[in-house]
């Protein structure tokens, strides 16, 4: 799987309000660098083969409505 999100120019913090990861096989552990993602109102990491705990700034984000 290859995201290719270049010559967006964003500015500010990172725009993503949902980020759905759903049934990508993906392994391992959760990136802690999904708590830089500071308006996440949506993760979706289902049906994945994830181990280990959630991060716990990930549980912590208040603006975060569904995990």
Same mark, same amino acid.
């Not at 799987?1 to 913090?13: A, F, H, I, T, V």
């Given at each position: 799987?290859?995201?290719?999100? #270049? !010559?967006?120019? +964003? #500015?500010? !913090?990172i725009p993503f309000s949902v980020l759905n990861l759903k049934n990508n096989q993906? %392994? ?6 999904? %708590? *830089?993602? +500071?308006?996440?109102? %949506?993760? !979706?990491? #289902?049906?994945? *083969?994830? %181990?280990?705990? $959630? +991060?716990?700034? $990930?549980?912590?984000?208040?603006? /975060? *409505?569904? /995990?």
């Open positions: 799987m290859y995201l290719n999100l #270049s !010559d967006n120019n +964003p #500015s500010g !913090d993906l %392994t391992g552990l959760i990136a802690t660098t999904l %708590t *830089q993602i +500071p308006n996440l109102r %949506t993760l !979706d990491l #289902s049906r994945n *083969q994830l %181990t280990g705990e $959630i +991060p716990r700034l $990930i549980s912590w984000n208040e603006v /975060l *409505q569904y /995990l």
